[in-house]
T-cell receptor, first 118, second 111 residues
Framework: GAGVSQSPRYKVAKRGQDVALRCDPI?????LFWYQQALGQGPEFLTY????????KSGLPSDRFFAERPEGSVSTLKIQRTQQEDSAVYLC????????????????FGPGTRLLVL | KNEVEQSPQNLTAQEGEFITINCSYS?????LHWLQQHPGGGIVSLFM???GKKKHGRLIATINIQEKHSSLHITASHPRDSAVYIC?????????????FGKGTLLTVNP
């Protein structure tokens, strides 16, 4: 029974470099979320997918951030031209049901990717 | 002002002590979550509450909807309980899939 996995676990990038962070949700989970957690803070919502559809991207901090889930399973969060303020832990979570029932649902979190931009 | 406020920010206890962590929120909610985050690790969901009280082992979570307040209690605390405990709420309405998180409470239990 695999949980949510993320890769890489740690990423060091030079300022201006592009990075791609991967999330493998629990098999069969319809909903997938990305969160950003700055040091000493709680996570903050970035974006939400229902299957392959990105229903909410209101939390993405700038147009340098892009997320996709083309086949409704694995998702990738891409950050272009990374800046130092992008340094954070990026968490992925999935849940079984679609958004209509989401208020009843537990989200299952991955271990996160710790991104450090130098 | 954050929509979700936790207290205390840091808590140090001796093994065996009874622990209480508090969470206050300012919006209407459909559910409140208590989560545990170990250093370098992911987040584990402990409880999801919309009313009343839930118990799992040594952990107890309560919520008072009228007062917009929830508490997480740990009885007979143990060093392995050391972690960050995070309160998160789901608001009512169209974006109820979103979680809004508190900043977390860092709990250290010394042997």
């Amino acid at each position: 029974g695999a949980g949510v996995s993320q890769s890489p676990r740690y990423k060091v990038a030079k300022r201006g470099q592009d990075v791609a962070l991967r999330c493998d949700p629990i098999s069969g989970h319809v909903s997938l979320f990305w969160y950003q957690q700055a040091l000493g803070q709680g996570p903050e919502f970035l974006t939400y997918f229902q299957n392959e559809a990105q229903l909410d991207k209101s939390g993405l901090p700038s147009d340098r951030f892009f997320a996709e889930r083309p086949e409704g399973s694995v998702s990738t969060l891409k950050i272009q031209r990374t800046q130092q303020e992008d340094s954070a832990v990026y968490l992925c979570a999935s849940s079984l049901l679609a958004v209509v029932m989401a208020f009843k649902e537990t989200q299952y979190f991955g271990p996160g990717t710790r991104l450090l931009v130098l | 002002k954050n929509e979700v406020e936790q207290s205390p920010q840091n808590l140090t206890a001796q093994e065996g002590e009874f622990i209480t962590i508090n969470c206050s929120y300012s919006v209407g909610i459909s559910a409140l979550h208590w989560l545990q985050q170990h250093p370098g690790g992911g987040i584990v969901s402990l409880f999801m509450l919309s009313s009343g009280k839930k118990k799992h082992g040594r952990l107890i979570a309560t919520i008072n909807i009228q007062e917009k307040h929830s508490s997480l209690h740990i009885t007979a605390s143990h060093p392995r309980d050391s972690a960050v405990y995070i309160c998160a709420v789901r608001s009512v309405g169209g974006s109820n899939y979103k979680l809004t998180f508190g900043k977390g409470t860092l709990l250290t239990v010394n042997p």
